[in-house]
């Protein structure tokens, strides 16, 4: 293993790469850190002393830009406009016959889809700055914490000045978005999950530092350690298959034989990733941000709806906000991977080219079967991806640790998957120049 890491640094393509890579995440980091116009600084830090816990409607953003969100730096928004670009753009396939056709038209229509998401994902950035502004201009960014400081974040609310702030964070989107294409194209593995991944795992010291001063040392170690075994766990599902065996019939075309070679289709257990998971915390801040936008005046009782809203759908500690957060994910893990696998074209692909499963007739009945199969493979998926969504609810409950706590939901899965995809590309181009790599 350490051999393995010495030979990455002694090969000098491999060590640009890296060296790249780590350079762009040094940048991104820095700038979470710089302010946008306009902003008080010294105002922000107070709120975000104050209210460790009190990320409420912006948790899942927050984290997917490293708790850039709501410090308001340059890069506020993170990756999170370029993930709903994929998503959107991913989802369209479905409902506009032109998007499914570029996708299968290959490199070129690939190129068409992602200059669509380019542009999708700057329109998202305006959107979403607008947004955020919007809401630290009227206080409710840090929620009802009752500091003058939480009101007063920006020290201009001129026309001018909010212009030049949304202006900012879409730039900073853009920016973000082209420093993931660089290191996808220039460094080592998938530019934009390495930011994401980057965002992550900046978080990890933080949430682990206050569980310790909160808890205690003892409280910690056994986090720690519950933590490693459900790491653990986490990358023996990730890496879980199912193989479906395929054989190909032989073929003569001319006097060369194609064909007679033995293959598999391997279906995941967790085929959605995190998706379910965004889609889940997404439709359930809707309410809260509904009932976030129309608090009463001073002196006024809140509306029923808002009350019950604010007592049922905001806290992740009350049961009904566990168990509807549950069932969205499993509903949206079902949704999402009948989206992506399509068993009728695997079948009529494999039908094309003389593929065949063995004991199962070509065409329709191996459509039918792969069904069969996805439906049973994603149930254990569903509730898999169902219970570590739930890990940081039940830590807040039992430990009162942040709802950014790192060993579950979808932090852990993405650090996860990102971290074993991008060791398998270092392995595979160690084991271009040599014959070991990390891997055995």
Known sequence: MFSAIARIFRTPDLRKKIGFTLAVIALFRLGSFIPTPFVDFQNVQSCLAANQDASGLYQLVNLFSGGALLQLSIFALGIMPYITASIIVQLLRVVIPHFDTLYKEGQTGQSTLTQYTRY??????????????????????????????????????????????????????????????????????????????????????????????????????????????????????????????????????????????????????NMAGVIPIIFASSLLYLPALIAQFNQPQAGEAPAEWVTWINTYLVQGDQPLYMLMYFLLIIGFTYFYVAITFNPEEVADNMKKYGGFIPGIRAGRPTAEYLDYVLTRVTLPGALYLGLVSLIPLIAFVLIGANQNFPFGGASLLIIVGVGLETVKQIDSQLQQRHYEGLLR
């Open 120 to 269: 999708l994902t700057i329109a998202l950035g305006v959107l979403q700055s607008t947004t955020l502004i919007t809401v630290a201009r009227s206080g409710a960014l840090f929620g009802s914490s009752g500091s003058p400081e939480c009101s007063q974040l920006l020290t201009n609310d001129a026309w001018y000045a909010i212009l030049l702030m949304v202006l900012t964070m879409t730039a900073g989107t853009g920016v973000i978005m082209w420093m993931g294409e660089m290191v996808t194209e220039r460094g080592v593995g998938n530019g934009m999950s390495l930011l994401i991944f980057t965002s992550i795992a900046a978080l990890f010291p933080s949430s682990l530092g206050a569980i310790g001063q909160q808890k205690g040392i003892d409280t910690l170690i056994i986090v720690i350690l519950v933590g490693l075994v459900i790491t653990a766990a986490v990358v023996f599902v990730e890496q879980s298959q199912r193989r479906v065996p395929v054989q190909y019939a032989k073929r003569m075309v001319g006097r060369r034989t194609y064909g007679g070679n033995n293959t598999y289709i391997p279906i995941k257990v």
